[in-house]
């Protein structure tokens, strides 16, 4: 006696995507209406891009207040002798519920969009791969919720990295005098660098890392920062490296 064969059920859900009964494949049966608008798409793409370069790593300066305007970076000496930097446990749990969200709405619009898991990875994986798979979300019957969180998480994460405008001031001689005596992180000369006069205004961190690599400045000993050693500065010897050792554009238009 032959057997019947099985029936073939397609189910499609309402992002268009077909499951097969008898597979475990799974097909795209149609691209379902995108739920949000152009120029919402546009904005959930800059503020994705934006989360992965740059707010991501000014969250992690903030978590260990590496910030030039507190003379509070360093706070207490640990039993080992050394000086850790501060910690900002605001940011921290901020920075957790940022991956966490990034993560979530990662793997839902996979599932959703039959698209392979990317691999875990810390908030800017997740953020570049929403952004290049916007188009996606968007198609995705929660895309407005993930827009809202993730707008509003970019809003917040902006105040809490943007330094308020008050506390940027220019110093006169004898405040120089004493800024010069400060020990600070790299992060730390660099933004009281630009208090100091035009000057100074190419002191980046990028150019107190570049002098210390170069031995023109000597850190006076490394602090712990999370899982990191900070090289400690005085400020004023970073402040003279800087103008003696010319960058190679400065030498240029010698």
Not at 113 to 139: I, K, V
Request: with cysteine.
């Amino acid at each position: 006696m032959t057997t019947p064969a099985k029936s073939r059920l397609i189910h499609i859900d309402t992002n268009g995507i077909g499951r097969c009964s008898l597979c475990p494949y799974t097909y795209r049966a149609f691209t379902p209406a995108a739920r949000l608008d152009a120029s919402e798409v546009s904005l959930l793409i800059d503020r994705l891009d934006k989360i992965a370069t740059w707010v991501c790593a000014e969250l992690e300066t903030v978590i260990t207040n590496q910030v030039a305007y507190t003379d509070k970076t360093l706070t207490c000496i640990s039993t080992d002798g050394e000086v850790p930097l501060s910690f900002n446990d605001h940011a921290s749990e901020f920075a957790y519920d940022l991956l966490g969200t990034l993560r979530n709405w990662t793997n839902y619009v996979a599932n959703e969009r039959a698209l392979p898991w990317p691999g875990d990875g810390r908030a800017p994986h997740f953020a570049r791969w929403l952004s290049r798979h916007a188009n996606e979300l968007a198609r995705t019957e929660q895309a407005t919720l993930a827009y809202n969180q993730i707008i509003s998480l970019y809003d917040a994460a902006f105040k809490i990295v943007d330094r308020p405008p008050t506390r940027t001031r220019t110093i006169n001689n004898d405040q120089l005098a004493e800024a010069r005596k400060l020990e600070l992180n790299a992060k730390a000369c660099a933004d009281m660098a630009r208090t100091m006069g035009a000057e100074y205004r190419s002191l980046t961190k990028r150019r107190v890392l570049h002098l210390i690599d170069t031995e023109a400045v000597t850190p006076l000993r490394h602090v712990k920062a999370g899982r990191w050693k900070s090289p400690i500065l005085r400020l004023g010897d970073v402040l003279d490296a800087h103008l003696t050792h010319p960058t190679a554009d400065e030498r240029s238009t010698a």
